[in-house]
């Protein structure tokens, strides 16, 4: 007998003949004598739609209402999946978040988890039950209810594996696994049988939608067993682990975008000691994290700098130099949106000098200038204007010679907002 942590995303739970699904699917793991805690996300398109509901209302609606408005989604899962499974004669429980332990930090829409107390969810697998717990949420020790952030569901999935000692963590998705970049866009991606955490973290972090980074962190931390699958088939998932066997001469692993970008530039800023610091750290203390910084030249003992930050951090980001201003005087501020940042990420670049033009060569081929580049030890990112983004990933992926001649499996469509 083994203990499972089954996750499935929304894609997975997106109407009640998929939940059925779902339920079944359980269900035969319980038959086989395991037992099963399963998280579940908000049904399809739950969360966008109430966000979009939120902002007919306000255009910037307070943190913690959202919070009370995007736990519904997954209360709304737990429940009918639990309806779903005592229909096919099981006995099941769901729980929200907090019922189920999770306690966190007060921060509303990106709350770290603090602290798990699983007790209930350990009690009722003692009695024989399926547990069925809400993804993404939790609540402060004030009694705050509160989100993980976007892909959430994820690390509730792995923190609960941790703190229960699951034998397994299954990620069910909406593909077969994790892929060389993402199937939807690349439709000769390679499937991974197994990747690292180091490298899918980078990934994750780079945008690639299929795990949330904070899941990985989670995973790697705690030597969770880690595989993700499809809910839409049995074929072998992709293992995330802590060491794989490296294919010989390959350089780069995988490619990631991330269109949640946004680019802004203060212009004519004094050109003395302490301007980084007062920017950054004033942003930081707003928790807004800034990605790629360049500082493009000084004149007149004036200087000019860019930085990215999330799109879904801009206004934030702008009401921060706003404040600053008085002590802080600049010309002005100027902001782009329209952008994307492609990464290539491999374990095997350290020792390959070039892997960094090699990829210049190749967006430069495709007519598209780089505005700004970051680069590590294991992988080199680009940010380039979006309108091309699908030329670019599929060229860079062919120029590292990840093409497959299998189609990857793509679980139906999905028009990511
Ligand atoms: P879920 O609703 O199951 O959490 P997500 O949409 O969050 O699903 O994640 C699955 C999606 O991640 C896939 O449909 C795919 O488009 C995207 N994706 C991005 N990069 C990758 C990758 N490298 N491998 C697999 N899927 C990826
Ligand atoms: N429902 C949440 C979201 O759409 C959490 C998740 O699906 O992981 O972001
Ligand atoms: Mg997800």
């Known amino acids: 007998m083994a203990l499972y942590v089954m996750k499935f995303g929304g894609s997975s739970v997106g109407d009640t003949e998929r939940m059925k699904r779902v339920a ?27 966000i979009d509901q939120a902002k007919l209302l306000s255009e910037a609606p307070p943190a913690r209402e959202m919070d009370m408005l995007m736990t519904t989604g997954e209360q709304i899962s737990i429940a009918l999946l639990s309806i779903a499974l005592h229909e096919l004669g099981s006995k099941a429980v769901s729980f929200t978040g907090w019922q189920a332990g999770f306690r966190t930090e007060a921060e509303f829409g990106r709350a770290r988890i603090t602290d798990i107390d699983p007790v209930r969810v350990q009690q009722a697998l003692e009695d024989g039950q399926i547990v069925v717990v809400a993804g993404f949420q939790g609540m402060t020790v004030e009694g705050e209810i509160t989100t993980f952030g976007r892909g959430g569901s994820d690390t509730t999935a792995v923190a609960m594996a941790a703190a229960i000692k699951a034998d397994v963590c299954e990620i069910y998705t909406d593909v077969d696994g994790v892929y060389s970049t993402d199937p939807r866009i690349v439709k000769c991606a390679r499937k991974l049988n197994e990747i690292s955490y180091d490298e899918m973290l980078e990934l994750a972090n780079l945008g690639a939608a299929v795990l949330h980074p904070r899941a990985v962190e989670y995973a790697k931390h705690h030597q969770v067993k880690l595989v993700v699958r499809s809910s839409f088939n049995h074929n072998e998932g992709t293992v995330v682990k802590e060491e794989v066997t490296m294919e010989q001469g390959v350089v780069v692993s995988g490619i990631a975008y991330d269109k949640n970008v946004a680019r802004i530039s203060i212009i004519g800023v004094s050109h003395v000691p302490g301007v980084l610091a007062k920017v950054f750290g004033s942003l930081a203390a707003a ?8 500082q493009s030249g000084v004149t007149d003992g004036e200087a000019d700098f860019s930085f990215t930050v999330a799109l879904t951090d801009r206004d934030q980001a702008l009401e921060v130099l706003r404040e ?66 699908t030329e670019v990933v599929q060229a860079l992926h062919t120029a590292y010679g990840l093409d497959t001649s299998e189609q990857a499996f793509v679980g139906g469509p999905k028009e990511r907002r």
């Open 287 to 294: 928790k807004i994290d800034v990605d790629i910084i360049v």
């Open 24 to 50: 079944q699917r359980v269900v035969d793991k319980q038959k086989e004598g395991h037992q099963c805690v399963v998280v579940v996300s908000a049904m399809g398109d739950t969360t966008d739609d109430l």
């Open 324 to 389: 600053i201003r008085e002590e802080l005087p600049y010309k002005e501020v100027t902001t782009e949106d329209n952008l994307v940042k492609v990464s290539i990420v491999g374990a095997g670049m350290v020792s390959h000098p070039g892997v960094a033009a090699q990829m210049f060569d190749v967006i430069s081929k495709q007519g598209v200038n780089i505005s700004m580049v970051s680069t590590s030890e294991i992988k080199v990112s680009c940010v380039i204007e979006a309108g091309k983004l």
